[in-house]
């Protein structure tokens, strides 16, 4: 029987709805409309059969930990009966079997003392999406009848810094628009004290490109770049920020690599999505490629996780199939930088997924400038060391 590599996290899509109407949303605004076919709201019935299932995979392939990431739509919208009664239900199923790392990704406008109150006795973390500064913020993130949503959302983040709630606080989500002042809106997203800040580049494919994009250019690294410049120059790390971390990690273990060029190791990823139908699908992201991108036609009812972690659709999306990235990323001197960046950003109707990334001239140079930048760093520290 074909080996398995065990899931370690989920993805849980507990609310299909949101009170936001996010123009950048790869859920409700881009490709996809399976929303509409599900569930408003994850059942009691469901959040059983699903602690069942995960316990079931822990206890099969004796997992230390586990990790649950409550996801929608907006999470918020399943109500404070139902979301305790799934933080109650998994914990209950994985004691003894697995240390169980809940947390929620929310928008950060329904967070009130009572929500904190429930995270707090349960141990949830939360991490809040936030676009920098109000102009930043609304030039996508507002509600359906268009108003702003940015002064709700610093009320929930003055709740999250409060002490008593500080443990709790993950970080801060931000996708990146290439309008905003990159530097503006990171010390926007710094003022509100976040011990993690995730850049995220705006869902899109070869199809449906990114706004600016232009072969010849490259207006997302320059952002970045702008940030890191800001963010790495400073006199003491101020937060971490996910992205610049695994590029500078990625550079500095490639500097010790035995040999000068390693091999392109695909990055298998070690978490998958559970609808709140229960129905199994590969990372959310893909649905800006095409309605049904992320679709499997498993479900928890019928198939446990192993079924899950066997089938050639969720393989290949994992990254481990014959064929992971195109013969132009698997001939390029960063891929093991930038791993070929997200599947979903490879679609064209053409070529499926065989292409490199619609962001590749963005992530070359973003990789390949903070490589050369850590390393020139390390290189004179160590000859001084010496």
Known sequence: MQKVRPFREWVLKVAQQCNLACDHCYVYELQDTSWRRKPAVITEESVERLAERVAEHARTHALPQV???????????????????LVSVLRSALLGVS??????????TLLDPEWLDLFRR??????????????????HRRS???????????KGLELLRRPENRALYSGLLCTVDIRNNPVAVYEELLAHEPPMIDFLLP?????????GHD??????????????????????????????ENIMERSLRGRFAPTPVEPVEPVVTDFIVVESDLSVELPDNL????????????NLLDH??????????????????????????????VVRLCGGGLRAHRYSTRNGFDNPSVFCADLRRLTTQIQDRILADFGNRFGRAS
Do not use: M
């Not at 169980?100 to 950060?108: E, L, M, T």
């Open 215 to 244: 072969t010849a250019a490259t207006p997302y690294a320059d952002w970045l770049l702008a940030v890191f410049e800001r963010w790495y120059t400073a006199p003491v790390r101020e937060t971490g920020i996910r992205r610049f």
């Open 122 to 139: 349960y141990g949830v973390s939360v991490g809040v999406s936030l676009d920098g500064d109000r102009t930043a913020n609304d030039r």
């Open 304 to 333: 446990d996780f192993d079924t899950v972690a066997r089938d050639p659709s969720v393989v290949t999306a994992r990254g481990a199939g014959a064929a992971p990235l195109a013969a132009e990323c698997l001939g390029c001197p």
């Open 67 to 85: 990790r649950v990431v409550l996801h929608g739509g907006e999470p918020l919208l399943a109500g404070r009966q139902r979301i305790e009664q």
């Open 287 to 298: 649905k800006a490629a095409y309605d049904g991108a992320a679709a499997t036609g498993l």
């Open 99 to 108: 240390d169980c790392d809940i947390s929620i990704q929310c928008n950060g």
């Open 144 to 154: 359906r009848n268009g108003r702003s949503s940015y002064t709700a959302v610093l």
């Open 203 to 211: 869902h899109s494919t070869w199809e449906h490109p990114p706004p």
